[in-house]
């Protein structure tokens, strides 16, 4: 069953965390690397679960791991070992699991009525974030189907076998590896839910310049789809993405954009001054206009989460 949608028969939405990365450097961490958040589940994992505690505190119901750049290949270019490399994505989920299971013991009796016991769903980046150039934001990379299927295939078995409640495959920047992916859910993974969250440019296309319309219509199709959306997408394309994906699916909406400022993949680096609206009344814009999960990628933090708890469970 659906956990997104079983969760929403109870809760009017879900709020998702926000951005890892930003508070992994907040804390110190030098993620100018190819493994970005990753190269912390060598080095520091207790801190990646100390971010997940402060986004449940915060007032966040699904957590997402820390794998978004997690793949076998990327560690053993780092000198790790298949087994290695596979023991640290499966790290990854365990971190947030047991982050989730300390944080839920300790919520009152008459709090948990007000909110579900948080969902972990690992993190499946894109066949661009192991490329490391930027390429999530275009989706120009030369693959056919069948060899983004390859190239995704392992990593989600390691995730799904090491105990994430779905899959949160997510910065798509093509139809093209959207497909890749269900078909992999459909031919592999069955019970297995995930949603896809694509990358856009615009209030109407994707990074690719497919239209958010047409993906939405595609993965309306399958079953094991929990949710579609967008994330990684400056703030004021969502509103607009959401009324295309609301009118072409009957799957959950979600999005969870980054702060509005502008990525140089050259140099790992973000630019401008973001939003001028603040975070919580954004989202809750967004929510009238049809999303049932909001969060935050990039440049947000637990703050902005908890904006958004302030006005969702009033």
Not at 24 to 41: F, I
Not at 42 to 51: F, H, K, Q, S, T
Not at 57 to 67: L, P, Y
Not at 95 to 107: G, K, L, S
Request: with cysteine; charged share 25%.
């Amino acid at each position: 069953m659906n956990p997104i949608e079983t969760m929403l028969q109870q809760h009017r939405m879900l709020i998702l965390d926000g951005a890892m990365a930003t508070e992994l450097e907040s804390q110190g961490c030098d993620l100018n690397d190819r493994l970005w958040s990753a190269k912390v589940l060598m080095e520091n994992p207790d801190l990646i679960g100390r971010v997940h505690r402060d986004y449940f505190e915060a007032g966040a119901d699904v957590a997402i791991t820390a794998s978004y750049q997690a793949t076998v290949q990327g560690f053993r270019d780092r000198g790790l070992s298949e087994a290695e490399a596979n023991a640290l994505i499966i790290r990854s989920v365990r971190i947030a699991v047991e982050a989730r299971d300390a944080f839920w013991t300790e919520v009152l009796p008459e709090n948990r009525a007000r909110r579900p016991k948080p969902l972990v769903a690992a993190s499946v980046g894109p066949y661009g974030a192991f490329l490391a150039d930027g390429s999530e934001y275009r989706g120009d990379y030369a693959l056919t189907e069948s060899e983004l299927m390859d190239f995704h295939r392992e990593r989600m078995r390691t995730l799904v076998e090491a105990g994430a409640d779905l899959l949160a495959c997510e910065t798509i920047p093509c139809l093209l590896e959207a497909q890749a992916l269900v078909k992999l859910l459909e031919a592999e993974f069955p019970g297995v839910y995930a949603w896809i969250s694509f990358s856009a440019k615009d209030g109407q296309r994707i990074s690719s310049g497919e239209t958010i319309a047409e993906c939405a219509q595609r993965l309306n199709a399958y079953e094991q789809v929990a949710a579609v959306g967008v994330n990684c997408t400056p703030p004021q394309y969502i509103g607009s993405l959401v009324s295309e994906i609301r009118a072409n699916t009957a799957k959950p909406v979600l999005v969870y954009p980054n702060s509005g400022e502008i990525y140089d993949p050259s140099d790992k680096t973000w630019h401008s001054s973001g939003m001028t609206e603040s975070y919580g009344c954004s989202a809750k814009g967004w929510h009238e206009a049809g999303a049932s999960l909001i969060g935050g990628c990039c440049r947000t933090t637990p703050a902005d989460i908890r904006a958004i708890a302030a006005w969702a469970r009033t």
